[in-house]
């Protein structure tokens, strides 16, 4: 694993972007995507960002190192969508929302940790379906399917770069 919190998190962040917008397009195009309100996009991308936390901290545990390559990952993502030339929405918005999601989703984890990770994964995705497309069960599952793969990735990625 990378040592240094911040150049953790910059990794991440080179993995993140890519995925996010990759596992986006899966669901985009899937039969679910019919269901998708306007603003699933930016509820996609909360969930997305909270799976690279979860494979921060998969990967190096709850300790000062791996809260500062959160805020390292954060300050990345956040530099990223501060460049953008014509950015989706206000930043202000957009880390309103995360910081929405992220105490839902987190949460959730609390509650169902000791019941195991089919039943995080689950319902995570269940609660990022009510924001994207009204609780749409086929958003749910595909929802709650692509953020657990992204962090189980996102875990592996940390764990093995030196």
């Known amino acids: 694993m990378i040592a240094d919190p911040t ?21 985009a195009e899937s039969e679910a995507a019919s269901a998708l309100a306007p603003a699933a996009r930016g509820e996609w991308e909360c969930l997305a960002l909270y799976a690279c936390v979860r494979g921060l901290v998969a990967a190096g545990g709850f300790n000062v190192e791996t809260a500062a390559a959160v805020d390292a990952l954060h300050d990345a993502v956040i530099a990223y969508w501060t460049a953008q030339v014509a950015p989706a929405e206000a930043l202000d918005v957009r880390r ?30 269940e609660a990022a379906a009510r924001h994207m497309a009204g609780g749409d069960p086929r958003v749910a599952e595909m929802a709650g399917e692509l953020h657990e793969a992204l962090a189980e990735g996102a875990a592996e990625f940390v764990r093995t770069r030196p």
């Not at 953790?8 to 962040?13: D, K, P, T, V």
């Not at 309103?96 to 995570?124: D, F, M, P, S």
């Open 96 to 125: 309103a929302r995360v910081a929405e999601r992220y105490a839902e989703y987190g949460r959730i984890g609390q509650e169902l940790e000791a019941k195991g990770a089919h039943q995080v994964t689950r319902a995570l995705g």
């Open 7 to 27: 150049l953790r998190a910059r990794a991440l962040a080179e993995l993140y972007f890519p995925a996010e917008a990759r596992l986006w397009g899966d669901l």
